[in-house]
Protein backbone atom coordinates (compact mmCIF):
# COMPACT_ATOMS: atom_id res chain seq x y z
CA UNK A 1 0.00 0.00 0.00
CA UNK A 2 1.50 3.31 -1.19
CA UNK A 3 2.20 5.45 1.78
CA UNK A 4 0.38 8.84 2.87
CA UNK A 5 1.67 12.06 1.33
CA UNK A 6 2.77 14.57 3.87
CA UNK A 7 2.48 18.19 2.22
CA UNK A 8 2.79 21.35 3.94
CA UNK A 9 2.68 19.50 7.44
CA UNK A 10 -1.10 17.93 6.87
CA UNK A 11 -0.97 14.59 5.38
CA UNK A 12 -3.37 13.29 2.15
CA UNK A 13 -4.60 10.02 1.63
CA UNK A 14 -2.82 7.56 -0.63
CA UNK A 15 -3.94 7.94 -4.13
CA UNK A 16 -4.92 4.05 -3.74
CA UNK A 17 -6.86 4.43 -1.01
CA UNK A 18 -8.82 7.48 -2.31
CA UNK A 19 -9.68 5.61 -5.54
CA UNK A 20 -10.88 2.04 -3.53
CA UNK A 21 -13.29 4.54 -1.51
CA UNK A 22 -14.46 6.58 -4.53
CA UNK A 23 -15.09 3.16 -6.34
CA UNK A 24 -16.69 1.49 -2.86
CA UNK A 25 -19.05 4.87 -3.18
CA UNK A 26 -19.92 4.61 -6.38
CA UNK A 27 -21.04 1.24 -6.04
CA UNK A 28 -22.93 1.63 -2.75
CA UNK A 29 -20.63 -0.33 -0.46
CA UNK A 30 -21.63 -1.19 2.86
CA UNK A 31 -19.14 -1.70 5.66
CA UNK A 32 -20.01 -5.42 6.94
CA UNK A 33 -18.60 -4.47 10.17
CA UNK A 34 -21.15 -1.40 10.51
CA UNK A 35 -23.77 -1.34 13.48
CA UNK A 36 -27.17 -1.65 12.53
CA UNK A 37 -30.15 -0.10 13.85
CA UNK A 38 -31.72 -3.83 14.33
CA UNK A 39 -29.03 -4.78 16.20
CA UNK A 40 -30.12 -2.26 18.87
CA UNK A 41 -30.52 -4.07 22.20
CA UNK A 42 -32.47 -1.96 25.12
CA UNK A 43 -33.14 -3.16 28.78
CA UNK A 44 -36.84 -2.47 28.24
CA UNK A 45 -37.61 -3.55 24.53
CA UNK A 46 -41.22 -2.58 24.72
CA UNK A 47 -40.16 0.93 24.39
CA UNK A 48 -38.09 2.90 21.70
CA UNK A 49 -38.59 1.06 19.27
CA UNK A 50 -37.00 2.44 15.60
CA UNK A 51 -38.93 4.19 13.19
CA UNK A 52 -38.01 5.92 9.94
CA UNK A 53 -38.56 9.06 11.51
CA UNK A 54 -36.48 8.10 14.79
CA UNK A 55 -34.17 5.44 13.96
CA UNK A 56 -32.66 3.42 17.20
CA UNK A 57 -29.42 5.57 17.57
CA UNK A 58 -31.13 8.69 16.96
CA UNK A 59 -33.20 8.19 19.97
CA UNK A 60 -30.01 7.51 22.17
CA UNK A 61 -28.13 10.91 20.59
CA UNK A 62 -31.64 12.73 21.19
CA UNK A 63 -32.35 11.19 25.09
CA UNK A 64 -28.68 12.08 25.87
CA UNK A 65 -28.91 15.77 24.96
CA UNK A 66 -31.86 16.06 26.64
CA UNK A 67 -30.78 14.26 30.21
CA UNK A 68 -30.80 16.22 33.15
CA UNK A 69 -27.18 16.84 33.69
CA UNK A 70 -26.32 17.35 29.50
CA UNK A 71 -26.02 21.09 30.03
CA UNK A 72 -23.26 20.82 33.37
CA UNK A 73 -21.06 20.18 30.97
CA UNK A 74 -20.49 24.15 30.06
CA UNK A 75 -19.67 24.70 33.15
CA UNK A 76 -16.87 21.86 33.51
CA UNK A 77 -13.25 22.11 33.45
CA UNK A 78 -11.80 20.16 30.54
CA UNK A 79 -7.82 21.01 31.64
CA UNK A 80 -8.05 24.52 32.57
CA UNK A 81 -9.95 25.54 36.34
CA UNK A 82 -9.99 29.21 37.36
CA UNK A 83 -9.64 30.92 34.41
CA UNK A 84 -11.65 33.38 33.14
CA UNK A 85 -10.98 33.35 29.32
CA UNK A 86 -13.81 32.20 27.22
CA UNK A 87 -11.03 30.59 24.62
CA UNK A 88 -10.21 27.74 26.94
CA UNK A 89 -12.04 24.69 26.30
CA UNK A 90 -14.92 23.79 28.47
CA UNK A 91 -16.27 19.87 28.91
CA UNK A 92 -19.15 20.34 26.77
CA UNK A 93 -16.75 21.92 23.62
CA UNK A 94 -14.65 18.67 23.91
CA UNK A 95 -17.41 16.46 23.61
CA UNK A 96 -18.70 18.40 20.36
CA UNK A 97 -15.40 18.19 18.85
CA UNK A 98 -15.17 14.62 19.69
CA UNK A 99 -18.35 14.09 18.09
CA UNK A 100 -17.74 16.03 15.17
CA UNK A 101 -14.10 13.97 14.80
CA UNK A 102 -15.62 10.68 14.97
CA UNK A 103 -18.64 11.31 12.65
CA UNK A 104 -16.00 12.18 10.23
CA UNK A 105 -13.83 9.23 9.86
CA UNK A 106 -16.80 7.17 10.95
CA UNK A 107 -18.40 8.53 7.78
CA UNK A 108 -15.47 7.63 5.43
CA UNK A 109 -15.06 3.92 6.76
CA UNK A 110 -18.49 3.36 6.35
CA UNK A 111 -19.59 3.20 9.87
CA UNK A 112 -23.00 4.19 11.68
CA UNK A 113 -22.26 8.14 12.46
CA UNK A 114 -25.72 8.02 14.79
CA UNK A 115 -24.30 5.66 17.10
CA UNK A 116 -20.56 7.53 16.85
CA UNK A 117 -23.11 10.53 18.22
CA UNK A 118 -24.72 9.16 20.70
CA UNK A 119 -21.32 7.52 22.05
CA UNK A 120 -19.90 11.15 22.01
CA UNK A 121 -22.57 12.65 22.90
CA UNK A 122 -22.80 10.93 26.24
CA UNK A 123 -19.18 10.08 26.71
CA UNK A 124 -18.01 12.50 29.55
CA UNK A 125 -21.68 13.20 31.16
CA UNK A 126 -20.47 11.95 34.50
CA UNK A 127 -17.26 14.23 34.55
CA UNK A 128 -16.53 15.53 37.81
CA UNK A 129 -15.92 19.41 38.38
CA UNK A 130 -12.45 20.18 37.69
CA UNK A 131 -11.54 17.84 35.18
CA UNK A 132 -9.28 14.68 36.12
CA UNK A 133 -8.17 16.57 39.20
CA UNK A 134 -11.53 16.45 40.73
CA UNK A 135 -12.00 12.73 39.63
CA UNK A 136 -8.82 12.03 41.37
CA UNK A 137 -10.07 13.64 44.57
CA UNK A 138 -13.65 11.69 44.51
CA UNK A 139 -11.78 8.55 43.78
CA UNK A 140 -9.76 8.95 46.67
CA UNK A 141 -12.91 9.40 48.95
CA UNK A 142 -15.23 7.02 47.60
CA UNK A 143 -12.77 4.12 47.76
CA UNK A 144 -11.62 5.38 51.61
CA UNK A 145 -15.62 5.08 52.36
CA UNK A 146 -16.87 2.91 50.36
CA UNK A 147 -13.88 0.39 48.72
CA UNK A 148 -15.22 1.14 45.43
CA UNK A 149 -13.30 3.31 42.66
CA UNK A 150 -14.90 6.36 40.74
CA UNK A 151 -14.04 6.51 36.97
CA UNK A 152 -15.67 9.03 34.92
CA UNK A 153 -16.36 6.97 32.06
CA UNK A 154 -17.93 3.76 34.18
CA UNK A 155 -19.85 7.54 36.31
CA UNK A 156 -20.83 8.58 32.85
CA UNK A 157 -22.94 5.01 32.45
CA UNK A 158 -24.53 5.36 35.71
CA UNK A 159 -25.82 8.65 34.95
CA UNK A 160 -27.55 7.52 31.73
CA UNK A 161 -28.17 4.08 32.67
CA UNK A 162 -28.56 4.46 36.31
CA UNK A 163 -29.38 7.74 38.34
CA UNK A 164 -31.83 8.22 34.89
CA UNK A 165 -32.66 5.70 33.38
CA UNK A 166 -32.99 6.45 29.33
CA UNK A 167 -33.25 2.83 28.20
CA UNK A 168 -30.35 3.33 25.94
CA UNK A 169 -28.97 0.64 23.35
CA UNK A 170 -26.32 -1.40 24.84
CA UNK A 171 -24.17 -0.48 21.79
CA UNK A 172 -24.32 3.42 23.21
CA UNK A 173 -23.66 2.11 26.54
CA UNK A 174 -20.87 -0.11 25.64
CA UNK A 175 -19.14 2.69 23.70
CA UNK A 176 -19.58 5.12 26.58
CA UNK A 177 -18.14 2.51 29.53
CA UNK A 178 -14.90 1.69 27.06
CA UNK A 179 -14.11 5.36 25.86
CA UNK A 180 -11.45 6.09 27.76
CA UNK A 181 -9.06 8.37 25.64
CA UNK A 182 -6.22 8.07 28.66
CA UNK A 183 -5.19 4.65 27.45
CA UNK A 184 -3.74 4.44 24.05
CA UNK A 185 -3.55 1.90 21.77
CA UNK A 186 -2.06 1.06 17.72
CA UNK A 187 -4.81 -1.26 17.39
CA UNK A 188 -8.53 -1.52 18.36
CA UNK A 189 -10.58 -4.85 17.98
CA UNK A 190 -14.09 -4.64 19.39
CA UNK A 191 -15.01 -7.41 21.71
CA UNK A 192 -18.10 -8.59 21.52
CA UNK A 193 -20.69 -8.34 24.24
CA UNK A 194 -23.45 -10.71 24.55
CA UNK A 195 -26.34 -8.64 26.68
CA UNK A 196 -27.30 -6.46 29.80
CA UNK A 197 -25.92 -9.22 31.85
CA UNK A 198 -22.53 -9.45 30.57
CA UNK A 199 -22.55 -5.49 30.59
CA UNK A 200 -23.56 -5.06 34.31
CA UNK A 201 -21.11 -7.23 34.83
CA UNK A 202 -18.34 -5.75 33.47
CA UNK A 203 -19.32 -2.11 35.44
CA UNK A 204 -19.16 -4.04 37.84
CA UNK A 205 -15.63 -4.91 37.79
CA UNK A 206 -14.81 -1.70 37.05
CA UNK A 207 -15.98 -0.13 39.85
CA UNK A 208 -13.58 -2.59 42.00
CA UNK A 209 -11.03 -2.93 39.71
CA UNK A 210 -11.14 -6.32 39.04
CA UNK A 211 -10.91 -5.13 35.21
CA UNK A 212 -8.38 -2.56 34.35
CA UNK A 213 -9.67 0.49 32.73
CA UNK A 214 -7.37 0.18 29.92
CA UNK A 215 -8.63 -3.02 28.44
CA UNK A 216 -11.78 -2.35 28.42
CA UNK A 217 -12.83 -2.15 23.95
CA UNK A 218 -15.85 -1.49 23.03
CA UNK A 219 -18.11 -4.04 21.19
CA UNK A 220 -18.54 -1.99 18.13
CA UNK A 221 -16.28 -0.03 15.73
CA UNK A 222 -18.34 3.29 16.62
CA UNK A 223 -17.21 3.21 19.96
CA UNK A 224 -13.90 2.12 19.13
CA UNK A 225 -13.88 5.19 16.78
CA UNK A 226 -15.21 7.51 19.85
CA UNK A 227 -12.24 6.36 22.20
CA UNK A 228 -9.49 7.19 19.45
CA UNK A 229 -11.36 10.76 18.51
CA UNK A 230 -11.18 11.17 22.36
CA UNK A 231 -7.20 11.46 22.03
CA UNK A 232 -7.69 13.43 18.87
CA UNK A 233 -9.85 15.73 19.99
CA UNK A 234 -7.47 16.84 23.15
CA UNK A 235 -3.54 16.28 22.67
CA UNK A 236 -3.65 18.79 20.20
CA UNK A 237 -6.22 21.45 21.91
CA UNK A 238 -4.82 21.35 25.18
CA UNK A 239 -1.85 22.73 23.54
CA UNK A 240 -3.51 25.56 22.04
CA UNK A 241 -5.37 26.12 24.78
CA UNK A 242 -1.75 26.32 26.82
CA UNK A 243 -0.78 28.99 24.44
CA UNK A 244 -4.08 31.26 25.62
CA UNK A 245 -3.93 30.20 29.00
CA UNK A 246 -0.55 32.01 30.14
CA UNK A 247 1.74 34.92 28.82
CA UNK A 248 3.38 34.14 25.96
CA UNK A 249 6.53 33.94 27.00
CA UNK A 250 6.25 31.22 29.83
CA UNK A 251 4.50 29.16 26.70
CA UNK A 252 6.37 25.69 27.05
CA UNK A 253 8.41 24.71 23.29
CA UNK A 254 6.91 22.13 21.84
CA UNK A 255 9.32 19.31 19.89
CA UNK A 256 8.42 18.87 16.21
CA UNK A 257 6.23 15.91 15.99
CA UNK A 258 5.69 13.04 12.86
CA UNK A 259 2.22 14.47 13.14
CA UNK A 260 2.84 17.78 13.34
CA UNK A 261 2.61 20.75 16.37
CA UNK A 262 -0.41 22.51 15.65
CA UNK A 263 -3.70 21.15 16.94
CA UNK A 264 -4.87 21.15 13.28
CA UNK A 265 -1.91 19.25 11.57
CA UNK A 266 -2.19 16.57 14.85
CA UNK A 267 -6.11 16.24 13.88
CA UNK A 268 -6.12 16.22 10.08
CA UNK A 269 -2.54 14.00 9.88
CA UNK A 270 -3.86 11.30 12.72
CA UNK A 271 -7.21 11.21 11.01
CA UNK A 272 -5.52 10.59 7.91
CA UNK A 273 -3.27 7.60 9.33
CA UNK A 274 -6.42 5.71 10.90
CA UNK A 275 -8.48 5.86 7.47
CA UNK A 276 -5.12 4.78 5.95
CA UNK A 277 -4.21 1.98 7.43
CA UNK A 278 -8.19 0.83 8.71
CA UNK A 279 -10.39 1.03 5.92
CA UNK A 280 -11.98 -2.31 4.91
CA UNK A 281 -10.96 -3.64 7.74
CA UNK A 282 -12.67 -5.19 10.68
CA UNK A 283 -10.65 -3.25 13.21
CA UNK A 284 -8.84 0.37 13.73
CA UNK A 285 -5.26 0.86 14.04
CA UNK A 286 -2.65 3.17 13.24
CA UNK A 287 0.34 2.72 11.29
CA UNK A 288 3.47 2.08 13.95
CA UNK A 289 5.43 6.11 13.05
CA UNK A 290 1.66 7.73 14.05
CA UNK A 291 1.06 6.08 16.78
CA UNK A 292 4.64 6.68 18.54
CA UNK A 293 3.80 10.31 18.20
CA UNK A 294 0.86 10.37 19.48
CA UNK A 295 2.47 8.53 22.69
CA UNK A 296 5.24 11.20 22.57
CA UNK A 297 2.37 14.01 22.01
CA UNK A 298 0.73 12.32 25.33
CA UNK A 299 3.89 12.07 26.84
CA UNK A 300 4.88 15.91 26.37
CA UNK A 301 1.35 16.99 27.74
CA UNK A 302 1.95 15.38 30.90
CA UNK A 303 5.16 17.05 31.52
CA UNK A 304 4.60 20.58 30.00
CA UNK A 305 0.69 21.55 30.49
CA UNK A 306 -0.66 18.96 33.10
CA UNK A 307 2.19 19.04 35.79
CA UNK A 308 3.17 22.41 35.24
CA UNK A 309 2.26 25.25 38.00
CA UNK A 310 2.03 28.05 35.33
CA UNK A 311 -0.21 26.45 34.01
CA UNK A 312 -2.28 24.09 35.84
CA UNK A 313 -3.91 26.75 38.54
CA UNK A 314 -5.55 23.95 40.44
CA UNK A 315 -3.83 23.06 43.68
CA UNK A 316 -4.34 19.55 44.53
CA UNK A 317 -4.07 20.03 48.25
CA UNK A 318 -6.09 22.72 47.95
CA UNK A 319 -8.83 21.01 45.86
CA UNK A 320 -8.95 18.17 48.35
CA UNK A 321 -9.39 19.66 51.08
CA UNK A 322 -12.54 21.17 49.34
CA UNK A 323 -14.21 18.06 48.28
CA UNK A 324 -13.06 16.39 51.32
CA UNK A 325 -15.39 18.92 53.79
CA UNK A 326 -18.04 18.95 51.24
CA UNK A 327 -18.39 14.78 51.17
CA UNK A 328 -18.21 14.72 54.90
CA UNK A 329 -21.06 17.76 55.52
CA UNK A 330 -23.02 16.25 52.13
CA UNK A 331 -22.40 12.43 53.70
CA UNK A 332 -23.51 13.33 57.64
CA UNK A 333 -26.55 15.59 56.21
CA UNK A 334 -28.02 12.64 54.42
CA UNK A 335 -27.37 9.99 57.27
CA UNK A 336 -28.97 12.32 59.41
CA UNK A 337 -32.12 12.62 57.12
CA UNK A 338 -32.10 16.38 57.26
CA UNK A 339 -34.61 17.11 54.45
CA UNK A 340 -33.67 20.91 54.47
CA UNK A 341 -29.97 20.23 53.38
CA UNK A 342 -28.63 21.12 49.83
CA UNK A 343 -28.46 17.36 49.28
CA UNK A 344 -31.63 16.67 49.61
CA UNK A 345 -33.22 20.09 47.64
CA UNK A 346 -30.51 20.49 45.14
CA UNK A 347 -30.06 16.07 44.20
CA UNK A 348 -32.18 14.11 46.22
CA UNK A 349 -35.49 15.55 45.66
CA UNK A 350 -34.86 16.47 41.75
CA UNK A 351 -34.02 12.81 41.05
CA UNK A 352 -36.82 11.32 42.71
CA UNK A 353 -39.50 13.79 41.02
CA UNK A 354 -37.84 13.10 37.53
CA UNK A 355 -38.12 9.23 38.28
CA UNK A 356 -41.51 9.48 39.09
CA UNK A 357 -42.37 11.62 36.21
CA UNK A 358 -40.88 9.01 34.14
CA UNK A 359 -42.65 5.82 35.70
CA UNK A 360 -38.96 4.55 37.47
CA UNK A 361 -40.39 3.21 40.49
CA UNK A 362 -36.94 3.38 42.37
CA UNK A 363 -36.86 5.00 45.50
CA UNK A 364 -33.12 6.89 44.72
CA UNK A 365 -32.88 7.97 48.35
CA UNK A 366 -32.44 4.43 49.17
CA UNK A 367 -29.76 3.94 47.39
CA UNK A 368 -26.02 3.45 49.33
CA UNK A 369 -25.61 7.01 51.40
CA UNK A 370 -21.58 7.30 49.69
CA UNK A 371 -23.25 6.86 46.14
CA UNK A 372 -25.54 9.26 46.62
CA UNK A 373 -22.95 11.83 47.52
CA UNK A 374 -20.73 11.04 45.11
CA UNK A 375 -23.56 11.05 42.68
CA UNK A 376 -24.26 14.74 43.52
CA UNK A 377 -20.53 15.98 43.66
CA UNK A 378 -19.69 14.42 40.23
CA UNK A 379 -22.46 16.23 38.80
CA UNK A 380 -21.72 19.82 39.92
CA UNK A 381 -20.24 22.47 37.62
CA UNK A 382 -17.14 23.63 38.79
CA UNK A 383 -19.05 27.16 40.03
CA UNK A 384 -22.00 25.21 41.57
CA UNK A 385 -19.22 23.76 43.93
CA UNK A 386 -16.94 26.55 44.74
CA UNK A 387 -19.85 28.23 45.52
CA UNK A 388 -21.69 25.60 47.67
CA UNK A 389 -18.12 25.33 49.60
CA UNK A 390 -17.94 29.19 50.15
CA UNK A 391 -21.65 28.96 51.65
CA UNK A 392 -21.49 26.05 53.56
CA UNK A 393 -17.76 26.88 55.12
CA UNK A 394 -17.47 30.69 55.03
CA UNK A 395 -13.73 31.63 54.94
CA UNK A 396 -12.26 28.52 54.29
CA UNK A 397 -12.50 28.63 50.17
CA UNK A 398 -9.08 30.14 48.76
CA UNK A 399 -9.74 29.77 45.45
CA UNK A 400 -8.38 32.63 43.56
CA UNK A 401 -9.04 32.78 39.79
CA UNK A 402 -7.16 34.04 36.98
CA UNK A 403 -9.04 37.35 36.02
CA UNK A 404 -9.90 38.72 32.63
CA UNK A 405 -7.37 42.03 33.01
CA UNK A 406 -4.27 40.68 34.47
CA UNK A 407 -2.08 44.02 35.62
Known amino acids: MASSIYTKNYANLSEDTQQRIARDQQAGWSNPWRATEAQAVRRDPAHD??????????????????SPYYNRLADKTQVFSLYKNDDLTRRALHVQMVSRNARTVGAVLGLNTDLIEAIALGHDIGHTPFGHAGERCLDALFHRHAGLYFDHNVHSVRVLDGIFRHNLSLQTLSGILCHNGEFEQQEYRPQPLEDFAAFDALVGDCYSHTLPLEDLVSSTLEGCIVRVSDMVAYVGKDRQDAERAVDRDSVPQYPRSEIGTKNAEIINNLNVDLIENSYGKD???????AFGALRDIKKENYQLIYGNEQVNQTSAELLGGMFGRLYEQLRSDLLAGDESAYIYRHHVNFVDTWRRRYKDPRPYREEPADQIVVDYLASMTDDYFVDLHTHLFPGETAIAYVPYFKR
Open 49 to 66: KTSLSRPAFVRDAEKILH
Open 283 to 289: HLLFSRK
